[in-house]
């Protein structure tokens, strides 16, 4: 049922995946909270503000973390893959558009 909710939550709505991968901080917090709903004892939003600006906590460790999650769950590995797929697009784009110039 986690996985399901979590499914749903973030496949209906690529942003939150999207900025992960864009290193977007409010984004990484969106997802930790989503991912931690309907766990007890549930962690706060003010404790991940706290976890996040905390000066001895690695961010890229973090979204690395997160983004690793998010890569092989079953829940959003499509999303992941779909994203990546439609960067790699734009990019072959952009780098035919600069190359006819």
């Keep these: 049922v986690k996985n399901a909710m ?8 690529r942003k ?21 709903k309907g766990m007890e004892p549930r962690v706060t939003k003010p404790l991940l503000d706290a976890y996040i600006e905390e000066e001895s ?13 998010l890569e092989k769950t079953n ?7 779909n994203i990546r797929r439609d960067i790699a697009k ?6 035919a558009k600069n190359a006819e110039k």
């Design 57 to 69: 906590t690695d961010i890229d460790s973090l979204f690395d973390e997160v983004l690793d999650f």
């Design 90 to 95: 734009a990019e072959q784009m952009e780098a």
């Design 6 to 13: 979590l499914r749903f939550e973030l496949d209906n709505n």
């Design 75 to 81: 829940a959003t590995k499509n999303t992941v893959k």
């Design 16 to 36: 939150p995946v999207a900025g992960i991968m864009d290193g977007d901080l409010e984004q990484l917090e969106e997802v930790l909270d989503t991912a931690n």
